[in-house]
């Protein structure tokens, strides 16, 4: 029996050392953490880039609002101001909404004109807020809304009309809410890519330009087509990601939550057996007794702990620039998920530029826009270096040369496009190769994923398993 039992005592040595003491296990996690760092050699290489980064952007915002004049501070917007209003519909429903307009006259011809009849409109109070928030069109919504947009204007239907057909069948109140202003903008004589803007967020920055940008060429059902498409792309990726970590997310939560209820549960019944039974207690069963005593006694403050935990984790890399950098530079170069992360943003990269490229919009244009709608510190440090090397008369390529970041692959296709004139067809070709790759590696964690887990669960629930019934060797010796 003790030969048997021989490897875990002498695990359980090696790890009683460890536990000693919580200052050698934090000079431990500090030591290994560091090595890491030093091995993959981006520690102080990310913090000169953070700074780089930021006096480009820097340089960048103040070049953009020298070329252009400042416009944005120069324009005559009529005041908008919010009224909330009573009206009946055609089939004598009488039902409540908001609106914002420039003046109530304008408000009540746009609904009036919408074959509403007025019961009541007035400004709205300081206090009347709207409940329905939000209502940002995402990937899945603007692939669906823009081909039916081609359709209708390919058919022969006027673009207000268009509009209306979608604030319609649109399904969520804040979408049919944000389609009704567009129409109110539209019926004003702005064109659908300034009612667009209008609505703050809701789209987005590259969809409002491209649509600006075919609005000069007269060919907006065209770009319609190819932006939906763009979007339907994005949206199979996004969805590729999400089946990838469907499968480790449940299992690890199921095995927490089994973990958790033989440790409460289970455990609990048998320490009472052993102590009645005055049995002798081997190491690993102690150590188990000890976990389930902890959870049991303080189950509230780890769940604050752990959502604490969570929550700062998630603040702190929505607001904070430095974290969220440091966090994308290291996952960058853990194996398997550092190819998962380049691949995706050079894809998302490329295939935006090929969009903007292809339809016109001028290079340090589209440059802007891809700061824009990149959330990876990373590549928007690239971006700005590249806005600044165009002013200087430098090549795209040049800021993208000897990057870890972006793969030498990519490189070599944005260079060949520069010498043939064909830069946008080779970004379409990167985009096409990346998301090749970026489903075949998702793909392959899909598979990985799957042992590893069973693996990590049979090993916890194992090892809780022979710590109950080790005890049960002891009491059987003494029965004999």
């Known amino acids: 029996m003790e030969f048997v039992l021989q490897p875990f005592i002498t695990i359980y040595h090696m790890v009683s050392y460890v536990l000693q003491s919580p200052k050698r296990i934090l000079s431990y996690a500090h030591t290994g953490f560091l090595s890491v760092l030093d091995r993959f050699s981006f520690r102080k290489e990310s913090q000169a880039e953070r700074a780089e980064s930021e006096k480009l952007e820097k340089m960048v915002n103040e070049m953009i609002d020298q070329q252009k004049g400042k416009e944005t501070k120069k324009e005559n917007l009529e005041p ?63 692939s669906f809304s823009l081909t039916q947009l081609a359709t209708y204007l390919r058919a022969g239907i006027p673009l207000i009309d268009s509009v209306r057909i979608l604030e319609k069948q649109s399904e969520k109140a804040e979408h049919r809410k944000i389609y009704q202003k567009i129409v109110y903008e539209l019926l004003k004589g702005e064109n659908l890519s300034v009612a667009m803007e209008r609505q703050g967020d809701k789209f987005p920055a590259l969809l409002v330009n491209m649509i600006k940008t075919a609005e000069l060429t007269g060919d907006l059902t065209t770009v319609l087509d190819d932006m939906s498409d763009y979007y339907t792309s994005k949206e199979e990726t996004r969805k590729a990601m999400i089946s990838a970590m469907t499968y480790p997310v449940v299992v690890l939560t199921i095995a927490i939550g089994v973990v958790i209820f033989i440790l409460t549960t289970i455990v609990p019944k048998f320490v009472d057996m052993y102590a009645a039974n005055d049995a002798k207690i081997p190491w690993l069963t102690t150590t188990i007794m000890g976990v389930s005593g902890f959870i049991t006694k303080n189950y509230l403050m780890i769940l604050f702990v752990v959502i604490g935990v969570i929550g700062g984790f998630i603040y702190a890399y929505k607001k904070l620039r430095t974290f969220r950098s440091n966090v994308q530079v290291i996952l960058m170069h853990v194996p398997v998920v550092s190819k998962i992360i380049i691949y995706n943003e050079v894809y998302n990269f490329t295939k935006t530029f090929a969009s903007l490229l292809n339809h016109g919009v001028f290079i340090t244009d589209s440059m802007e826009i891809l700061a824009k709608i990149t959330n990876n510190e990373v590549y928007k440090h690239l971006i700005y270096k590249t806005i600044i090397n165009l002013n200087k008369g430098a090549n795209i390529s040049d800021s993208f040369k000897d990057s870890w970041a972006f793969p030498v692959a990519a490189y070599e296709m944005i260079v060949t496009g520069e010498n043939t004139g064909q830069l946008g067809l080779m970004m379409e070709k990167v985009a096409n190769y990346y998301q090749v790759l970026h489903k075949n590696i998702v793909k392959q964690l899909q598979s990985l994923m799957e042992p590893i887990m069973i693996a990590f669960l049979a090993v916890i629930v194992g090892t809780i398993i022979l710590s109950v019934i080790l005890p049960m060797f002891d009491i059987y010796s003494k029965i004999q």
Do not use: C, H, W
């Open 80 to 142: 908008v101001f919010s009224y909330r209003y009573k009206a009946k519909k055609a089939n004598g429903k009488i039902f409540q909404g908001t609106m914002e307009g420039s003046s109530i006259r304008d408000v009540k011809d746009f609904l009036v004109n919408e074959g509403y009849d007025i019961v009541d409109i007035a400004p709205r109070k300081k206090y009347d807020m709207d409940i329905n928030i939000g209502g940002k069109f995402k990937a899945a919504d603007l």
